[in-house]
């Protein structure tokens, strides 16, 4: 699975297995990790929204969208972020390369 743990703008994502700053009813069932200690603070999409997200650790902030566009099944998204191009689908694969 894919590591990208970055909102689209800069946040860092909280680890899915902790309720805090945060607190949630997510269960590990919703990922394709066994776990949720599994799944890190990588970006995901538990609820099948049909973007990747993440509890952030911004106390002001609950979730954020990870800067990966909609796509629907395998179909794969791009996000330029500074001067990288990383490309992601749904399912969490991230595949990161420098712009020339």
Not at 18 to 24: D, I
Not at 65 to 80: A, N, V, Y
Request: hydrophobic residues 25%.
């Amino acid at each position: 699975m894919g590591t990208w743990n970055k909102t689209v703008s800069g946040r860092t994502c909280q680890r899915w297995d902790v309720q805090t700053p945060h607190s949630h009813n997510l269960t590990a069932d919703m990922f394709e990790e066994d776990r949720l200690k599994d799944v890190e603070n990588f970006c995901r999409d538990p609820t099948s929204s049909g973007k990747l997200w993440c509890y952030t650790t911004d106390p002001k902030i609950a979730k954020e969208r990870c800067g990966i566009g909609k796509c629907s099944g395998e179909k794969t998204c791009q996000l330029f972020n500074d001067e990288t191009i990383v490309e992601a689908n749904l399912r969490g694969y991230i595949f990161i390369q420098q712009q020339p």
